[in-house]
């Protein structure tokens, strides 16, 4: 399965990063076979009172459908505005309980 995340010098390099307005982050997405897409829809729903409350919004989610660079097709991308890097980091640490995808 593709996979694409951040070390921790990753995200220390984020949090110093001095830019304080408006970021938005690019979701590249990868289902399991069977229900993984429907999962995706529960986590989405069961976060959204997270994003809500930290003024984050999904900008733009669909299926993808081609590839113009690069060799992994992504399933579906999800652009998700956040008012600022700091809020981002603060909504990475939140803890989301394991059952939240019904998986």
Do not use: Q
């Not at 076979?33 to 986590?43: F, H, P, S």
């Not at 009172?49 to 399933?75: C, Q, S």
């Not at 652009?79 to 998986?103: A, D, H, Q, W």
């Amino acid at each position: 399965m593709n996979s694409i995340a951040p070390n921790d010098e990753e995200l220390r390099n984020l949090a110093s990063n001095t830019y304080e307005g408006v970021i938005v982050v690019l979701n590249m997405l990868k289902f399991k076979d069977e229900g993984g897409a429907e999962a995706y829809d529960r986590y989405v729903k069961s976060v959204s009172p997270i994003f809500d409350a930290h003024g984050a919004r999904i900008v733009y989610a669909g299926k993808t459908a081609e590839l113009l660079v690069g060799d992994d097709i992504w399933d579906a991308i999800v652009l998700v505005e956040y008012l600022s890097r700091k809020v981002f980091l603060e909504m990475v640490t939140v803890r989301i309980p394991k059952n939240t995808c019904g998986t």
